[in-house]
């Protein structure tokens, strides 16, 4: 029974960097992954791809050989794989015996990187069929549905991401995990009408309403955007965590909440993230913190867990980026600085006993 992840999302919303720093991440971590990659328009993607469906059908071969333009072209590829789904399965078989795990099924753990063409999700049924095929096989699979943080910035904008990530679970239906990716780049973007919380957890959508009788392109929508409101609020399925691929500490959140999702345990163990301390400052905000010094008899609640986690994001990426840019050099240098102490003590050591062993010979 393999796990693994199905990465979705527009183009653009760094499916592939978040596949390739997930393969770093897991790599040092000594966790198992392979990666299967399903995009038929990256020939040379920068992770190592155990599987690739350029090996089957290229998005050139289909524009050359049908006349498509490159959106038909893609979705022609998914259909060829669909009807070609026992070579995507007997070629998962052969990477996972050839990685060791073809005895230790349950231990494997595969990363699907999929096309950014948002249909093959949402109304296009072949990437829907693959997965469902995989499932019948075993496979336990979750969806990873990367969306670019950007976009909360804009009320409009938010809400057209609300009702993709809702269509595109509605549609997949498997354990499903929104993100927001490129998080650390928010601090660019200006302030944020409402904390991150608020986006993140999807609160009370009327508060949107202002915002967009504002625009006037949406506001002489505002029965409609009512009604869209209401509709994501009735079905309240939708919510996010957030994601920056250089972050250990959020490559971390994200790891163990796609655990849970699937129900994943990992053959090795892996360390909590190094402290998060925040650096000492005094700055007046509105972002109430939990303690950083959690009792070991009573664990916070998963809901306190998702509050602090979000406000320490919001103070890092949105609030001060730049303290916590210095702060993290800060403790980038420390390490080096560790690191060339430990590897001299080792060098001293080494040359204490080869003297040693000298003497000793003469």
């Given at each position: 029974?393999?796990?693994?992840?199905?990465?979705?999302?527009?183009?653009?919303?760094?499916?592939?960097?978040?596949?390739?720093?997930?393969?770093?991440?897991?790599?040092?971590?000594?966790?198992?992954?392979?990666?299967?990659?399903?995009?038929?328009?990256?020939?040379?993607?920068?992770?190592?791809?155990?599987?690739?469906?350029?090996?089957?059908?290229?998005?050139?071969?289909?524009?050359?050989?049908?006349?498509?333009?490159?959106?038909?072209?893609?979705?022609?590829?998914?259909?060829?794989?669909?009807?070609?789904?026992?070579?995507?399965?007997?070629?998962?078989?052969?990477?996972?015996?050839?990685?060791?795990?073809?005895?230790?099924?349950?231990?494997?753990?595969?990363?699907?990187?999929?096309?950014?063409?948002?249909e093959l999700s949402t109304d296009h049924t072949s990437l829907k069929n693959v997965v469902e095929g995989l499932?019948?096989?075993?496979?336990?699979?979750?969806?990873?549905?990367?969306?670019?943080?950007?976009?909360?910035?804009?009320?409009?904008?938010?809400i057209a991401l609300l009702l993709l990530s809702l269509r595109t679970m509605l549609q997949l239906e498997l354990?499903?995990?929104?993100?927001?990716?490129?998080?650390?780049?928010?601090?660019?973007?200006?302030?944020?009408?409402?904390?991150?919380?608020?986006?993140?957890?999807?609160?009370?959508?009327?508060?949107?309403?202002?915002?967009?009788?504002?625009?006037?392109?949406?506001?002489?929508?505002?029965?409609?955007?009512?009604?869209?409101?209401?509709?994501?609020?009735?079905?309240?399925?939708?919510?996010?965590?957030?994601?920056?691929?250089?972050?250990?500490?959020?490559?971390?959140?994200?790891?163990?909440?796609?655990?849970?999702?699937?129900?994943?345990?990992?053959?090795?163990?892996?360390?909590?993230?190094?402290?998060?301390?925040?650096?000492?400052?005094?700055?007046?905000?509105?972002?109430?913190?939990?303690?950083?010094?959690?009792?070991?008899?009573?664990?916070?609640?998963?809901?306190?867990?998702?509050?602090?986690?979000?406000?320490?994001?919001?103070?890092?990426?949105?609030?001060?980026?730049?303290?916590?840019?210095?702060?993290?050099?800060?403790?980038?240098?420390?390490?080096?600085?560790?690191?060339?102490?430990?590897?001299?003590?080792?060098?001293?050591?080494?040359?204490?006993?080869?003297?040693?062993?000298?003497?000793?010979?003469?």
């Amino acid at each position: 029974m393999p796990f693994g992840q199905l990465v979705i999302g527009p183009p653009g919303s760094g499916k592939t960097t978040y596949c390739y720093g997930l393969h770093q991440f897991y790599t040092a971590l000594e966790r198992p992954i392979l990666i299967v990659n399903l995009d038929p328009a990256a020939s040379t993607p920068p992770y190592p791809a155990a599987v690739s469906i350029s090996s089957l059908i290229s998005l050139k071969d289909a524009m050359d050989s049908f006349g498509l333009g490159p959106n038909g072209a893609m979705l022609y590829c998914l259909e060829y794989l669909e009807k070609n789904v026992d070579w995507l399965e007997e070629e998962l078989e052969k990477a996972l015996v050839e990685g060791g795990w073809g005895e230790r099924r349950e231990e494997a753990y595969i990363v699907f990187d999929t096309p950014g063409q948002v249909e093959l999700s949402t109304d296009h049924t072949s990437l829907k069929n693959v997965v469902e095929g995989l499932q019948k096989k075993g496979w336990r699979l979750a969806a990873v549905h990367l969306t670019d943080a950007h976009h909360i910035t804009d009320a409009s904008k938010y809400i057209a991401l609300l009702l993709l990530s809702l269509r595109t679970m509605l549609q997949l239906e498997l354990p499903h995990v929104n993100v927001l990716s490129k998080v650390d780049l928010l601090g660019n973007a200006g302030d944020l009408p409402f904390n991150l919380e608020y986006y993140t957890e999807v609160q009370d959508l009327s508060r949107l309403l202002p915002l967009l009788e504002e625009d006037p392109l949406t506001k002489r929508f505002s029965a409609l955007n009512e009604v869209i409101c209401e509709v994501v609020e009735d079905f309240g399925l939708v919510s996010f965590e957030t994601l920056c691929v250089e972050d250990k500490d959020s490559m971390m959140r994200l790891t163990r909440v796609i655990d849970q999702a699937l129900g994943y345990v990992s053959p090795t163990s892996y360390a909590a993230p190094h402290d998060h301390d925040d650096p000492d400052h005094d700055h007046d905000h509105d972002h109430s913190h939990a303690p950083h010094a959690q009792s070991h008899d009573h664990a916070p609640s998963v809901a306190l867990d998702n509050l602090y986690y979000t406000q320490t994001v919001q103070e890092k990426w949105v609030d001060h980026p730049s303290l916590y840019a210095a702060h993290e050099r800060e403790k980038w240098k420390a390490e080096g600085d560790r690191a060339i102490e430990e590897a001299n003590e080792r060098s001293k050591a080494e040359a204490v006993e080869r003297l040693k062993r000298e003497a000793g010979n003469g």
